[in-house]
């Protein structure tokens, strides 16, 4: 079984400033991990993904994360945010079995971006 | 490609009726997954297909919840007897797995919001 944490339900940060949203996950088994957006009313748009190779994984909209396998996180970062990235973002992991895309989610961290 | 469709967007219904979203997922994928998320929360796995086969559904709520897709294409998700514990976004998601290597994009379609009155 897996389970995904995002210790802080809302982060507000003003515009240009750097934010980081955490992310930390607990399985028994080797993982893929994901950040999604979620826009009001809207779908989830896959922001990056960790599948293997470089720790670093580079995203859309400028987002970056950093997997981290001793500490069991998964990071998001961008160093400066704009007003367009207030949205909801989710942190989830899948396993590495033919589940493919069956994703256990974090409970989501409101980025709020103000001026 | 114009991603992947749910119908309705909403949908209130009354205490006890049965109701049936719709998802059309993108072409070509082969695999397509239903998930459920309620206020305040992550979207929460129900059931996924692969083709026409029903891989998983024992995360399915309750047996008052079924999911068809019985040409491999769109799938249908059915609520019978609802109960305001239903209400709630249900996402739909499609992909294309080949041959359970690796992992590909899911793309989600803009859900079904229901309100159980």
């Known amino acids: 079984a897996q389970s995904v944490t995002q210790l802080d339900s809302q982060v507000p940060v003003f515009e240009e400033a750097p934010v980081e949203l955490r992310c930390n996950y607990s399985?028994?088994?080797?993982?893929?991990l994901f950040w999604y957006v979620q826009y009001p009313n809207q779908g989830l748009q896959l922001l990056l993904k960790?599948?293997?190779?470089?720790?670093l994984v580079k995203g859309i909209n400028g987002f970056e994360a950093e997997f981290n396998k001793s500490q069991t996180s998964f990071h998001l970062r961008k160093p400066s945010v704009h007003i367009s990235d207030t949205a909801e973002y989710f942190c989830?992991?899948?396993?590495?079995?033919?589940?493919?895309?069956?994703?256990?989610f974090g409970t989501g961290t409101q980025l709020k971006v103000e001026l | 490609d114009t991603g992947v469709s749910q119908d309705p967007r909403h949908k209130i219904t009354k205490r006890g009726q049965n109701v049936t979203f719709r998802c059309d997922p993108i072409?070509?994928?082969?695999?397509l997954y239903w998930y459920r998320q309620t206020l305040g929360q992550g979207p929460e796995f129900l059931t996924y297909?692969?083709?026409?086969?029903?891989?998983?559904k024992s995360r399915l709520l309750s047996d008052r919840f079924s999911a068809e897709r019985p040409k491999g294409s769109f799938s249908t998700l059915e609520i019978q007897r609802t109960e305001q514990g239903d209400s709630a976004m249900y996402l739909c998601?499609?992909?294309?797995?080949?041959?359970?290597?690796?992992?590909?994009?899911?793309?989600f379609g803009q859900g079904t919001r229901l309100t159980v009155v």
């Open positions: 998601a499609s992909s294309r797995q080949r041959g359970g290597m690796g992992n590909t994009e899911a793309f």
């Open positions: 399985s028994s088994v080797s993982v893929y």
């Open positions: 960790y599948l293997s190779g470089s720790t």
């Open positions: 989830a992991v899948s396993d590495l079995g033919g589940g493919g895309n069956k994703l256990t």
């Open positions: 072409s070509e994928h082969n695999r």
């Open positions: 297909f692969q083709n026409e086969a029903q891989l998983e």
